[in-house]
């Protein structure tokens, strides 16, 4: 199988130039160095980047101090569906691109559970760890205090 080149655009949602994907890797930012410069205050000089693998875009947030959100939700590294809302600080696209039809979306989009890490271990800051889910006991309610009865609002 030949490699896929990389295609697909964001689209400014409320107005403004297309910008075309064309590279397997587009740094986002609001450095003139950035593949995609956009020159907001609220944009980081490095604020994410933008890749291609195996046919699906990817972005993966640079550190930023105002977020990359996909579809409302905060990332660091998701995969791009055609319609997807990527917001990059305040500034919302739209990606369009044809995905490839001999890939099987529920694949792809299983992720990884949030909680499975620590923000050590997310950050690179810590090897992962192994967690073993017996070392975990079974939660046991607890008691309400005695005393005062809580008040009725009939």
């Not at 030949?2 to 986002?28: N, Q, Y």
């Not at 055609?82 to 979306?105: N, V």
């Not at 992720?111 to 499975?116: A, P």
Request: charged share 30%.
């Amino acid at each position: 199988m030949s490699a896929m080149r990389p295609h697909g655009e964001l689209v400014p949602l409320g107005g403004g130039d297309i910008i075309t994907l064309d590279r397997e890797k587009m740094t986002v930012g609001r450095r003139e160095s950035c593949d995609i410069c956009l020159r907001f205050p609220n944009v980081s000089s490095v604020h994410c980047e933008l890749f291609f693998r195996d046919g699906y875009w990817y972005v993966q947030d640079k550190g930023s101090t105002n977020g990359t959100k996909v579809n409302g939700m905060r990332v660091l590294k998701k995969v791009l569906i055609p319609g997807d809302e990527l917001t990059i600080a305040k500034r919302k696209f739209s990606i369009k691109y044809t995905i490839p039809s001999d890939k099987r979306m529920e694949e792809l989009l299983e992720e990884e559970d949030v909680m499975s890490h620590s923000l050590l271990e997310r950050a690179g800051l810590a090897k992962p760890q192994d967690v073993d889910m017996e070392d975990f006991e079974e939660p046991t309610p607890t008691p309400r205090p005695q005393g005062r009865p809580r008040p009725r609002w009939d």
